[in-house]
């Protein structure tokens, strides 16, 4: 937690490429395609700078969060790592404990009615670049529960059912 400034997590679908994914014209089946695995995952965001300085009282705004690099600090993967195809991925349903109560619930075709959408969205992005998604690499979906806040000695527990669970404590 020293090492964390306001750090908040989020609940996700990690989708671990087995292809590369390149060009501009990618779509959810490709994208389903070059998937080696999906598995439940929990990006943990905090910033380098407070949302609310602590001496001005300033608020970030989203100029500063996009030159913070969006706040991204890391991911923790857990649970079950499954095939695209063994699962519906628009409804992989998640419950996220904080301290023994529930705080947030979601369904994963929140993201854009899918999360592979989004992943075909970032992958025609870097397209237009002249980059691509190399096979290997974990792309996070996107967030279908809102951000919930971490203090030191908070213990989680995410729920992801049939793609199965796992615990955070931080300290």
Known sequence: ???LTDLRIEVEIAFVLGAPLQGTSQTLADVLAATAYV??????IAARTFRIDPETRK???VVD??????ASAGIVMGGRPMHPSAVDLRWIGAMLWK?????ESGVSGAVMNHPGNAVARLANTFGALGERLEAGEIILSGSFTRPVTVAAGDLFHVDFG?????ALRFV
């Open 99 to 103: 301290n023994g109560e529930i705080e």
């Open 39 to 44: 598995v439940p995952a929990v990006e943990l």
């Open 65 to 70: 969060t996009i030159a913070d690099n969006a």
């Open 59 to 61: 608020a970030r705004g």
């Open 162 to 166: 049939t793609m199965g669970s796992f």
């Open 1 to 3: 937690m020293a090492a």
